[in-house]
């Protein structure tokens, strides 16, 4: 059931994050903490599939597209691959985490309200 869960978020975050800007990953874990019934797994259902889509996007643009920029930014930090995926992979963590709590926590505010 879990496993189901994750994949249906996945495909959709990737789906949408492919015609959308980066962005719509917050919007995606926000609604996400808002649908969830607790605060852990609202943090888990968000946070591992948007790192997936975010991971899939960074594998197409590194290694398919092989895009000039991120050549360029290895030089400019320093990094090979490994260490600059694992820094950008930093960013979708942190972005599912803060927005997912944040959707949790407008579910409780609007309960309060009612």
């Not at 609604?31 to 889509?53: D, R």
């Not at 490994?82 to 579910?107: D, E, N």
């Amino acid at each position: 059931m879990v496993a189901k869960y994750l994949f249906i978020y996945t495909v959709g975050t990737y789906v949408l994050c492919s015609y959308f800007p980066w962005w719509t990953l917050a919007i995606i874990a926000t609604l996400i903490g808002f649908c969830s019934s607790s605060l852990k797994s609202g943090v888990f259902y968000s946070v591992i599939p948007v790192t997936l889509a975010w991971s899939i996007k960074l594998i197409e643009n590194f290694f398919v597209q092989d895009h000039i920029i991120l050549n360029k930014i290895k030089i400019f930090m320093n990094l090979n691959s490994f260490q600059l995926i694992l820094l950008t992979l930093m960013i979708p963590i942190i972005v599912g985490c803060i927005s997912s709590v944040f959707g949790y926590k407008l579910k409780e505010v609007i309960k309060s309200e009612e």
